[in-house]
């Protein structure tokens, strides 16, 4: 089983910054695309931006230019640079992988952290 752990939340005045993390732990063989998610209170989940194992990048239009996703291929780590925040950004943000393999002939779809509170208020 893998367990995705997240941090970095908190409260930022508008115009801040954040950096999450998210850490997988656990036995695996190889973790495929990572990447962020975000729900706002009374909206349904939404991408926030993926990355694949060799970095390529995906961002929804609303964070482009603000938002930088990167990741850790040893520490199995992804971690998502916030800037500019404002208090649309609000959300609980959830770590996400898209795909994460056992073995030749076992693996795992769509799994997801428990989330971190992002608050972006004056």
């Known amino acids: 089983q893998v367990q995705l752990v997240e941090s970095g939340g908190g409260l930022v005045q508008p115009g801040g910054s954040l950096t999450l993390s998210c850490t997988a732990s656990g036995s695996f063989y190889r973790i495929y695309t990572m990447g962020w998610y975000r729900q706002a209170p009374g909206k349904q989940r939404e991408l926030v931006a993926t990355i694949t194992r060799s970095g390529s990048t995906n961002y929804a239009d609303s964070v482009k230019g603000r938002f930088t996703i990167s990741r850790d291929n040893v520490q199995i780590t992804v971690y998502l640079q916030m800037n500019g925040l404002n208090p649309e950004d609000t959300a609980v943000y959830y770590c996400?992988?898209?795909?994460?393999?056992?073995?030749?002939?076992?693996?795992?779809?769509?799994?997801w952290g428990r989330g971190t509170q992002v608050t972006v208020s004056s």
């Open positions: 996400y992988v898209d795909r994460v393999s056992y073995s030749a002939y076992s693996s795992a779809n769509d799994l």
